[in-house]
């Protein structure tokens, strides 16, 4: 039960890491696309500006949390993964100094250099993750000592190369729906335009995605054990046709919480499916690991229990109340090198 | 070189790196908290100026600490997979606490700080840098925390069945003393380099007579305070001392190059270990018993020398020896220097030879934090948790050639970014303040 609790939780962090950083990986990936003036480029960066930080400690809180309560299942993703992961890590480090150094220097040439690697990094981010779920939601070849019989080609699969794909449309759709929020004239008119371009694409991966899932993974098995489960998936994709109506009636906080319900739901989708596994294997069923085999002590699930329910709304507040204070579009104030 | 020995070096390189970013954050935060609060009390706008000159400087340090904690994060995983596995029930805990406390406060009120100097009145926005420093010095304990766990395991038990360590008191783990005198060192000495980095770019400018009056208040706020801290780390070293004997006497006996047990032991200040022949080559100017004093509080306590433990069960004696010797006598001037500083404050001129010394000394507190966690990792060897897990048993099933690639990657990326962020810093601290807004 405490594992399952546990479970749920770790999904939790996965998507909601998803939610909120998925906008501005989204951003920097269209930054060179629809960012023609200086201007728009700084707004951009602005309307990710006090956010990413924020958004990204999910990812270390999803990270630490797999730590704490599954250490096995952390010890053997981080480790089977460990060059993905690590082009990742500079991914990210990257992009965190390119929104620090870019206009710390006034040279033409330092600025657009920091825009080159802002883009590459955020794409690779995207890719990176998408490619990294897909090959979850499927198995990766770890034997029963948790040691990695794969290579990075092998996890280039056609699987995972789909999932990178769907991963980076709903990112760049992601972005370019915070950039409505958080812009005005042409920069927001180019914003919605891309929403526009990216949404058939978007829908032709899900179902190219969905379609290789049933395929080549097991996630179906767990949603025809218990039917009720099928009410996630139905909810993902109410979602993501709620986000298409709210777009076009112009209620776009509403489409952009509900396309973030969507990535949440997606995540939740997949992971449900290889419940109670965590990190299965493709080599031996008998080496998943699993919720059971993989998790730390009861103690600690309940300690660490204790420490979420306690932290995580609290952080949820302050972060809502940030979110608010910075939610109106950017102004030309705004955008001023201070 | 094997997995083992690259990912030793690995983990080393990247924790020094985000050594060198972590204790200016740590440090700085507070000093400008201070900074902003005189403002808010006095609404004076040259401590407004102050706020923002040492925040700019603050901020362009504060990001390649964050991003090189990530890296720290990960690389338990991806180098140290059976480490991981074997204690993560306890260690990785404390990491995850780590996160939802302390980073998300850190970086959201960063944020809210950095961009909401408009949109919240001043006593507000003042309380959000008090929580980035809150955030910053709490992720700090959990850290260290975690750290004295290897040093010094304590409220776990092995499970058999499981084959790791299981939590069997948390209230043993969080109030591990060993730990806890690690963290008053570790943040004092940060606190300490924040203070000596305030009156270092401080002394540059007062040496060129630029912005004068600005510096003067920045070297007056500094000044007491790098003295006190200077003090403290110290003094809590000598606690962290005397705990290093209690629980990890072959650290102890590297530290002071002890190669015999005995008694009454001396402190000798001049000496030079000759590791192949296991004695000392010099040892001069002895301190009768003091060496005994300092690990024991008595001078007739016993010293366990390194003789005593099998050679495998040593650390390295060199490294920890050379590291604890010249950061101690950093230590020293760091507390002469600050009292020079601290006596000259409202001088009518100070004296250059301070100045410039002061300069000239911004790099060595980071010198002496980075020697300190020399002494603490490499005396620890040849244990991962002290007593319970060897080095070589932590790390993960990896071929060698793909820690190799990532080693020279992680080198290559860190020296470009650490040589840009000083660079950075030192034109945007040589620049000075910006004329009074508004």
């Known amino acids: 039960m405490l594992e399952t609790i546990w479970f749920i939780l770790w999904m939790l962090l996965w998507a909601v890491y998803f939610a909120l950083d998925g906008f501005d990986l989204g951003l920097g990936t269209l930054l060179p696309f629809i960012g023609h003036s200086e201007e728009d480029r700084r707004a951009i960066y602005q309307a990710a500006g006090p956010f990413w930080d924020g958004n990204e400690v999910w990812l270390i809180a999803a990270g630490g949390v797999t730590f704490a309560a599954f250490p096995k299942a952390y010890a053997v993703m981080f480790s089977a993964l460990y060059t993905p992961l690590l082009m990742l890590l500079f991914a990210l480090i990257l992009r965190a100094v390119s929104f620090e150094f870019r206009d710390k220097i006034l040279s033409e040439v330092w600025v657009s250099l920091w825009d080159t690697i802002h883009f590459i990094v955020n794409l690779v981010a995207c890719i990176l993750l998408g490619c990294a779920f897909a090959n979850l939601f499927m198995g990766i070849p770890i034997d029963a000592q948790g040691v990695f019989h794969g290579s990075l080609g092998g996890l280039l699969n056609v699987y995972g190369i789909t999932g990178a794909l769907f991963f980076t449309s709903f990112f760049i759709l992601h972005g370019a729906l915070w950039l409505i929020l958080k812009s005005e004239g042409s920069l927001q008119i180019r914003a919605i335009a891309s929403c526009n371009f990216i949404w058939p694409i978007e829908i032709l991966l899900l179902l190219l995605f969905i379609w290789m899932t049933l395929a080549r993974t097991n996630i179906l098995q767990n949603y025809l054990d218990t039917p009720a489960l099928f009410i996630v998936p139905i909810l993902t994709i109410a979602a993501l046709m709620a986000t298409k109506a709210f777009l076009s009636a112009g209620q776009l906080w509403k489409a952009f919480g509900s396309h973030a319900l969507f990535i949440l739901g997606i995540t939740f989708t997949g992971l449900v499916g290889i419940y109670p596994g965590m990190i299965l294997s493709s080599l031996d069923p008998q080496a998943t690991i699993t919720i059971f085999n993989g998790a730390s002590s009861a103690l600690t699930l309940k300690i660490m229990l204790g420490v979420v329910i306690v932290m995580v709304p609290i952080v949820i507040g302050y972060q809502v109340w940030m979110y608010r204070l910075f939610a109106k579009p950017l102004t030309h104030e705004d955008l001023e090198l201070h | ?438």
Not at chain 2, 140 to 156: C, E, T
């Open chain 2, 1 to 438: 070189m094997d997995v083992v020995m690259l990912s030793r070096l690995q983990f080393a390189a990247t924790v020094f790196f985000h050594f060198i970013f972590v204790p200016l954050t740590l440090g700085l935060s507070v000093l400008v908290a201070f900074m902003e609060t005189r403002y808010c009390q006095t609404q004076d706008p040259v401590w407004k100026q102050h706020t923002k000159f040492w925040g700019r400087l603050f901020l362009i340090n504060f990001t390649l600490g964050v991003v090189t904690g990530i890296t720290l994060e990960f690389q338990f995983g991806t180098n140290w997979s059976r480490y991981s596995e074997y204690v993560g029930d306890i260690f990785g805990s404390l990491l995850a606490i780590e996160a939802t406390v302390a980073f998300f406060l850190e970086s959201t009120f960063l944020a809210i700080w950095v961009f909401g100097w408009k949109k919240l009145s001043s006593k507000a926005h003042c309380a959000c840098i008090w929580l980035v420093t809150l955030g910053g010095n709490i992720s700090a304990l959990w850290i260290i925390l975690a750290n004295g766990f290897m040093q010094h395991p304590v409220g776990y038990t092995i499970s058999e069945t499981a084959k790791r360590a299981e939590l069997s008191s948390f209230a043993e783990v969080f109030g591990n003393g060993f730990a806890w005198w690690m963290y008053g060192h570790t943040v004092l000495g940060a606190w300490t380099l924040g203070g000596f980095f305030v009156l270092g770019v401080s002394a540059w400018h007062l040496l060129r007579n630029h912005q004068t009056e600005f510096f003067r208040r920045s070297f007056k706020l500094a000044a007491p305070w790098t003295l006190i801290m200077a003090i403290l780390v110290a003094a809590t070293g000598d606690f962290n001392g005397k705990d290093v004997a209690e629980h990890q006497p072959a650290k102890l006996a590297a530290m002071e190059a002890q190669w015999e047990t005995e008694r009454n032991v001396p402190f000798n200040l001049l000496v030079i270990p000759n590791v192949q022949e296991e004695r000392n080559k010099v040892e001069a100017i002895a301190i009768p018993g003091l060496m005994s004093f300092i690990a024991y509080g008595s001078s007739d306590a016993e010293i366990n020398g390194l003789k005593d433990f099998p050679k495998e069960d040593r650390p390295p004696v060199a490294a920890t020896f050379w590291s604890f010797r010249l950061m101690v006598g950093l230590g020293m001037l760091f507390i002469l220097l600050g009292l020079w500083a601290f006596l000259a404050r409202n001088k009518e001129t100070i004296n250059p030879k301070l100045l410039k010394g002061l300069v000239h000394n911004i790099p060595l507190p980071y010198l002496a934090l980075g020697l300190g966690w020399a002494v603490a990792e490499i005396g620890r060897q040849p244990w991962l948790v002290y007593g319970l897990m060897r080095t070589q048993d932590g790390v993960s099933p990896l071929a060698a050639s793909q820690v190799s690639v990532s080693f020279i990657a992680f080198i290559v990326l860190y020296t470009i970014l650490g040589v840009l962020d000083i660079y950075l810093l030192r034109k945007y601290a040589i620049k000075g303040p910006d004329s009074e807004e508004e």
